[in-house]
């Protein structure tokens, strides 16, 4: 009995699904990326699913296929921006530096990204704050996860010094604060002085004036 022509002997199942799923991969990282302007640029509140599925050229029904709705997009490129910032910081942290040299190059890094990524940067730090319960758990879970990493710098403040119990907490909190403050009125400009501003605020309190300015001259 003769065969079937290649192109019309079915595919393996297997290969079919690795297909369509990176299908899917695409798709949804085309609408994340578009969906990232959108948000920023019109606000979460202002933004509907047809300017989304406008700026991502897709459908409506294949926008449902990849979300359950406004919520979910908002909190999936949430999701993306800080994986990718996350990243991008960790690659900026020198090897084997002190401390407050290792504490300034992320925040150097970090200034770096927000001046260049605006939009990420608005989505991280102000448009999350109305976009949703499941999306502000997302934030709060970020704020306390830097938080715990900068009570780890504890160990650093000199004998006899003592830092207030909730002092972590109320510093990320600040800081978060700040950067919403300036993104929103469009003064991310005079980075420099704002770096000072976050070194004085978060390194100096753990190693001093001293070993928290040497590094922003080195």
Known sequence: MASLPPHLMKKPVGRARVSQELVEHHQRERVLAAATGVFAKRGYTNTTIDHIVAAARIGVGSFY??????????????DRVV?????????AIPAD????EQAIAILRALLGLIA????????????????GPESLARYEDLLEG?????KKAR????????????????????????LQQRLVAGE????????SDLVGILVEPYVGEDRAAAPLVS
Request: net charge negative; aromatic share 8%; with cysteine.
């Open 155 to 178: 160990g650093l403040v000199a004998e006899g010094s003592e830092l207030p119990e909730t002092f972590e907490d109320a510093t990320i909190a600040g800081v978060a604060w700040l």
């Open 116 to 131: 260049e990524e605006p939009h990420a940067a608005r989505i991280a730090l102000v448009e999350v704050q109305t976009a």
């Open 146 to 150: 830097r938080t715990a990493v900068l």
């Open 65 to 78: 296929a990849l979300f359950d709705g406004k919520e979910d997009c908002f909190a999936q490129v949430f």
């Open 97 to 100: 530096a002190p401390w407050e």
């Open 188 to 195: 991310m400009e005079d980075l420099d002085d704002l770096l």
């Open 83 to 91: 994986a990718t910032s996350r990243a991008q910081l960790t690659d």
